[in-house]
């Protein structure tokens, strides 16, 4: 039983269990509640649907109409997973909280993935420029030869 007194089943564990809301270790890793529109058993098809599916971790809380999902951010986004739940019939919850919620998570979640393509700063083509730059006559350069400049 959860502290609010609905049930907790995981696909990683047969037995009932306590849900422990802590924020993961991995910064890859991504834990995120699905609520639905309260309708009898949609909790439960959704958590069958989402099992089937690798690199998913689900959570059911019945009583409640929800789910908890646990993924890799680079493998699935909470916008994919509730796209293919819309897609498979399922109602989400789509109270004016639940929207800004989602739009929130879905934002950073892109943000996210594309941080994850940046690649690594080349550090061998800053030492280039650096050589250019010592080798670069700096502040007042006169180009009057040197003779010249001391005959006036």
Same mark, same amino acid.
């Given at each position: ?8 089943? #995981?696909?990683?564990? #047969?037995?009932?269990? !306590? ?78 909280? #639940? ?50 400049? !001391?005959?006036?």
């Amino acid at each position: 039983m959860d502290a609010l007194g609905g049930q907790a089943l #995981s696909t990683h564990a #047969s037995s009932q269990k !306590r849900r422990i809301m802590m924020k993961p270790a991995d910064p890859l890793s991504r834990q995120h509640d699905i609520q639905f529109y309260p309708r009898p058993a949609q909790a439960n098809h959704a958590f069958q649907f989402l099992a089937t599916l690798t690199g998913i971790s689900v959570q059911i809380f019945a009583s409640k109409h929800r789910i908890c999902v646990r993924y890799q951010i680079k493998e699935h986004t909470l916008q994919s997973i509730e796209n293919q739940l819309k897609a498979a019939g399922f109602h989400l919850d789509e109270s004016i909280l #639940s929207k800004i919620k989602r739009a929130l998570i879905y934002y950073c979640e892109d943000i996210a993935r594309s941080n994850l393509e940046i690649p690594e700063h080349n550090i061998k083509s800053r030492d280039v420029y650096v050589k250019v730059w010592d080798n670069h006559p700096h502040g007042d350069h006169d180009e009057t030869p040197e003779e010249l400049r !001391r005959y006036l």
